[in-house]
């Protein structure tokens, strides 16, 4: 998902196809709880970011230079270190 919200910013589509949070399971059993599913999970909430400027105020190749760094130096993800150490 990162990669076609990566390519959507690029393209200066800020916020298109975000998932919808009404968006829930279907089937639920309450009685029984047939529907578990055990092991290790993180919530991680993403928001856009106004850091990050859009394809008609830069080039495409700026951008790509910007988005590249954003995902490899700026944008830290905490998370994936705790997750190893779970593991």
Known sequence: MADISGSLDMLGLMDVGLMDPKIFPLWK???NFE???VGIAFTV???PTPRLPSLGEVS???YKNYRDQWYTNISGE???ISAREML
Do not use: G, L, S
């Open 29 to 31: 059993d309450i009685e």
């Open 35 to 37: 529907h578990q599913m």
């Open 60 to 62: 495409q190749d700026e």
């Open 45 to 47: 909430r993403y928001v």
């Open 78 to 80: 905490p998370f994936t």
